[in-house]
C-alpha cells in the first residue's frame, strides 16, 4: 500500500477499505522518534473513528510528549483493568453460582440482590477486598 503524505509532519494516510460501507477511506498513521527509536502508529481511520489529519498531528504531539498511552499499552491497561476482582465481580459470580444451583432458594437471592444494589454496590462496588477499610463499612 502506498504511503500519502499530508500538510502534518510525520502524519501519512493509506487507503484502505472501508469498514460498515461501501468504497474506501484513508487510515492514518504518525511516525515519530522517542528515546532514539522510531515508533510508527496507527492513529485512526477517516471514517469509523472521524480522524482527520490534525487530528492525528495531535495524537503524535501527544505521543511524543508523553501525555497519550499507545495503543498497546491502553489495551494492556484494560485487560488488567478486568482481571481484577471487584466487590461487584464477586458478586456476579455469587449470584450466577446461585443461580446454576437448583436447590437454592430464589427468594432469598432476589432479597440478597436488592440489598446489595442498595447498599454495598454504591460504596464498595468498584473496590477490591484489599481495598477495604473499616470506615467503608460503617
Known sequence: MKRHKTKY????????ERTGGPGQERMYYVVFKKNGKLFEE???RQYADRMTEGKAARIRAERIEGRR???KEIREAEKAKDARWTI???WTAYRE???TNPGKSRKA???DGNRYERF???RLGEKEP???LPLDTG
Request: no cysteine; proline share 7%.
Open 9 to 16: 509532519p510525520g502524519v501519512f494516510y493509506r487507503l484502505v
Open 42 to 44: 496507527k492513529a485512526g
Open 69 to 71: 498511552l499507545s495503543r
Open 88 to 90: 461487584d465481580r464477586l
Open 97 to 99: 453460582s446461585l443461580e
Open 109 to 111: 437471592l432476589v432479597v
Open 120 to 122: 454495598i454496590q454504591p
Open 130 to 132: 484489599q481495598e477495604l
